[in-house]
Each structure stands twice: as C-alpha cells, then as structure tokens.
T-cell receptor, first 118, second 109 residues
Framework: GAVVSQHPSWVICKSGTSVKIECRSL??????MFWYRQFPKQSLMLMAT?????????EQGVEKDKFLINHASLTLSTLTVTSAHPEDSSFYIC??????????????FGNGTRLTVT | GQQVMQIPQYQHVQEGEDFTTYCNSS?????IQWYKQRPGGHPVFLIQ?????EVKKQKRLTFQFGEAKKNSSLHITATQTTDVGTYFC?????????FGKGTRLHILP
C-alpha cells in the first residue's frame, strides 16, 4: 500500500531555533500534501495544503511566516517551524493522497513528528 | 462553513460490549471516510463509503452511509482491547477533507 514517511519522529529544540520536518511519499507521486497539527487528545487541525510547484494554501489563523512550507518535488514536502516557542510544541502530521483529486480519495498519513520546544 | 460533527467525544466500554460512533455533516457528501488513530500513533485509513445507504463490513466493524449522504456510523461488535483508539470520520469540503473531532474509545478489561 501507499506509504508516507515523515522525519524526524520526534525533536526537541530550544526556543528561538527553527525545525524542519520532512514528508515523503515513498511509492507514489503526491501533487498535494496536507499538514496537520494535533494537541493531546484533540482532533486533527489542518494547517495548510502543500501544492507541488506553487505556494501553499494556509488555513485561517496559521501564520505563513511562522510555518514555512515547501513542496519542491512530487514526493517531498517540508514544514519548517521558524523561531520556535514552547507554544509550538505539538504533534505535527503530514498526509498525502494517491490521486490528483485529493478531496475524494483516502489520505495516507506520515507517522507524525512530536516537537518539544524548551 | 461546512462542518462534520461526531459523537460521542469519548466512550468507555467493557471488553466484549458493542460500540458505535456517529458522524453528521452539515452538507451532503460525495463520500465519507473513516480513520483510526491508535494512542501515540497516526491516523490510518479504514474505509470509504460512496453510495447512499451503503453498508460495508470489516470483520467486527460495520460502516453505514445514510440515505441522504449526510450522516454515517461505525459500529464495532464485541470490542477487544485492540480496538482502543480514536475513530475519525472525514468528508470532502470545497478544497480539503474535513475531519470530525473523533470519538475516543477506551476499553475496560
């Protein structure tokens, strides 16, 4: 089946530093990838839609300059949390769909990245 | 905007009891998807329903899509400890998939 790989699985960083999270589709090309944030025991909160070769579409309330998204190839999207602060600590998960029509097809999720900012 | 509501938020059941989670959309859906997230894990796709009134089974799990394609349910028969986790329904919005808040299932031994 489709596999989405996310790296790193967990990261601890100091306040003020930046952290890059990678999301790769291993056996299919993903024109669109999605980035979510999840607080403990909460639902998935869509942060942005990553589009290959173009700018990401951010959800309302998500700071574009804070959460930089790059989707340079059909198999790789990256999320960079810039100038991280403790309140950015969370579980970040990416997902991708096999088909171009991402909104009608099942999503395959990465394993997630647990970010802790000290 | 479009909403996908899911109830209950939490459910504790004795092992062996049945469990049901319900999903309601504010708009008609072309399809509905169900995902399971184990504690500490990531969401995993379970099934997609497309047809009005559709019923699909996966072993002890039964999924239904309402006639009006605005609601859905997931029923687990005779729960086991491996069923622990959060079950999310999701439906297509204008430009994204919209997830319900999920139902967290806890199994009491």
């Amino acid at each position: 089946g489709a596999v989405v790989s996310q790296h790193p699985s967990w990261v601890i960083c100091k306040s003020g530093t930046s952290v890059k999270i990678e999301c790769r589709s291993l056996d299919f090309q993903a024109t669109t990838m999605f980035w979510y944030r999840q607080f403990p025991k909460q639902s998935l909160m869509l942060m942005a839609t990553s589009n290959e070769g173009s700018k990401a579409t951010y959800e309302q309330g998500v700071e574009k300059d804070k959460f930089l998204i790059n989707h340079a190839s059909l198999t790789l999207s990256t999320l960079t949390v810039t100038s991280a602060h403790p309140e950015d600590s969370s579980f970040y998960i990416c997902s991708a769909s096999r088909t171009v029509s991402s909104y009608n097809s099942p999503l395959h999720f990465g394993n997630g990245t647990r970010l802790t900012v000290t | 905007g479009q909403q996908v509501m899911q109830i209950p938020q939490y459910q504790h059941v004795q092992e062996g009891e049945d469990f049901t989670t319900y999903c309601n959309s504010s708009t008609t859906l072309s399809n509905i998807q169900w995902y399971k997230q184990r504690p500490g894990g990531h969401p995993v796709f379970l099934i997609q329903l497309v047809k009005s009134g559709e019923v699909k089974k996966q072993k002890r799990l039964t999924f239904q899509f309402g006639e009006a394609k605005k609601n859905s349910s997931l029923h687990i028969t005779a729960t086991q400890t491996t069923d622990v986790g959060t079950y999310f329904c999701a439906g297509p919005g204008d430009d994204k998939i919209i997830f319900g808040k999920g139902t967290r299932l806890h199994i009491l031994p």
